[in-house]
């Protein structure tokens, strides 16, 4: 696996405030335990190799000896590897310990309340399109009833609707696809093989890193910055490991809920075009906006049409049940992926792709939601000041779910224990690569407020279980690596 350098702005911008003037902890530790948590985090991924001590001092404003000091540490715990010729280069402890899970009766399956699924059921008007497509379909009986491009009604309604978001749309830049998943999967299969890369922001979507990894795509992590994405570092990744694409979700991220505004787009979109490295941008979240709606698509900064390659699905927007998707791209690409699409599948549906014609073109069910997604966001958000105070969370402004960061990398215990309690949590590690985010956990509020209420109630129960067996006040991989020293 190639090495990818982090440069000194960037792993400023990540470490933030990470050094607490009045405290009597040496400056070295601190540094280690920041360096430390943004590993676990996945902010910083494996393989990266960090800034040389004589460069990274002159950065913070440090001694070279005090960056030796906590890169020493950190060798050490086992979060950092010396190479030749690669300088400093992050890792992971061998043998990462699991945590000690106690024996518990699991509660039986049917009391299990499933808290893993960011989705809705129909929006108003779904079985309306229904009835508007059966009525529509004797039209096309007299043809094949397949077209790997798919039905011209519904490609003009996908194209009017980029046009309604600023974005000009031609119709034969439309292919329509089995949902935005399958559209991912081709897109991988055209522009990737075995072995190649591609970088993804982190965390991210997990089914994208799964399909990645199952055609044998190699995922090169660009972690998230406490705010917004961190584009040097993510042309830094083009540059150093050459991708053949990167694959990023700019509206109401999926786990973190953030959205990228307008100059960062503008900005993502001339780092590619600079490296050229094709963006695949993923806009499935992009109508849930519940206190605004996203800046106009990143293809906007793409006049040429041939950098930006975009994916969106009618499954978020109406219902998982309408498995319609489709990639916006230039018109070329789009035959291109026609052609290897019959080698796939031949074509979407024909009722299914009527049914969301319907929808796009009156615009029924579009953000018809948003008031009741917020009000169940909000509730969630007050329970867990209630009930779990000391877990940090924002309020997204968009999207379906909350990214709660825990004080300590017990993410996955904590979900174990939690089946125990009645209900399943996705934990972090889900949404990374290589174990990363085991402080964190991604929760929907598309539940209603009942579930919710239960859901965090049976949470806080279990998180107050855990900790009356873990040791407090450090990071449990950080106690359990100085007890391994001890013995």
């Not at 000091?69 to 992971?92: I, K, M, N, Y």
């Not at 310990?97 to 024996?103: A, G, I, N, T, V």
């Not at 605004?292 to 793409?302: C, G, I, L, Q, S």
């Not at 990363?436 to 956990?441: G, W, Y």
Request: hydrophobic share 45%; charged share 20%.
């Amino acid at each position: 696996m190639s090495t990818s350098l982090l440069r000194p702005p960037s792993l400023l911008r990540l470490l933030g405030a990470w050094r607490a003037e009045d405290s009597a902890e040496p400056a070295y530790r601190q540094l280690a335990q920041a360096l430390r948590m943004l590993v676990l985090d996945g902010r910083i991924g494996l393989n990266v190799r960090l800034p040389g001590e004589r460069e990274l001092a002159a950065a913070l404003g440090l001694s070279r000896t005090t960056i030796a000091a906590a890169f020493d540490r950190l060798r050490d715990e086992g979060f950092l590897e010396s190479r030749q010729g690669s300088g400093s280069v992050t890792r992971l402890p061998p043998g990462r310990m699991e945590q000690d899970l106690p024996d518990i009766d699991m509660v039986s399956q049917g009391n299990i309340l499933n808290w893993t699924h960011a989705a809705l059921p129909a929006a108003p008007g779904v079985g309306r399109a229904y009835q508007a497509a059966v009525q529509t379909l004797p039209a096309f009986l007299g043809e094949l009833g397949y077209d790997p491009l798919g039905l011209p009604p519904l490609r003009r309604a996908i194209a009017a609707y980029y046009e309604r978001r600023g974005c000009p749309t031609s119709p034969d830049q439309i292919i329509v696809t089995n949902g935005a998943q399958q559209g991912f999967s081709l897109l991988i299969h055209w522009l990737a093989g075995p072995g190649d890369r591609a970088v993804i922001d982190h965390p991210t979507y997990h089914n994208a890193i799964q399909a990645l990894q199952r055609a044998h795509v190699v995922p090169v992590p660009v972690g998230l910055p406490a705010q917004g994405w961190d584009i040097d570092a993510m042309e830094a990744a083009f540059r150093q490991t050459s991708p053949r694409f990167a694959y990023i979700i700019a509206d109401f991220h999926n786990p973190t809920g953030r959205s990228m505004d307008p100059a960062t787009r503008r900005a993502l979109v001339a780092a590619a075009a600079r490296t050229h490295t094709p963006l695949i941008i993923d806009e499935t979240m992009a109508a849930m906006g519940l206190d605004n709606m996203p800046p106009p698509p990143v293809a906007v900064h793409d006049p040429s049409g041939r950098q930006v390659i975009t994916l969106g699905s009618a499954s978020k927007i109406f219902w998982g049940g309408l498995r319609v998707g489709w990639i916006r791209a230039d018109p070329q690409t789009v035959a291109a992926l026609g052609r290897l699409r019959t080698t796939m599948d031949m074509a979407s549906p024909v009722v299914e792709q009527l049914a969301v014609a319907h929808l796009i073109d009156s615009e029924e069910g579009l953000g018809t939601r948003a008031e009741m997604l917020r009000g169940r966001r909000d509730h969630l958000l007050g329970l867990i000041e209630r009930h779990l105070p000391h877990w940090r969370v924002e309020s997204p402004a968009g999207g379906l779910s909350l990214w709660a960061e825990l004080p300590r990398g017990e993410a996955t215990a904590l979900a174990a224990i939690a089946e125990s309690h009645g209900v399943r949590v996705a934990p972090g590690p889900r949404f990374g690569v290589s174990g990363a985010f085991e402080r964190f956990l991604r929760l929907p509020f598309t539940l209603p407020e009942e579930q919710l209420t239960a859901g965090v109630e049976r949470l806080a129960d279990a998180d107050a279980r855990l900790h009356a067996r873990l040791p407090r006040g450090r990071d449990s991989l950080a106690a359990a690596l100085d007890a391994d020293r001890l013995i």
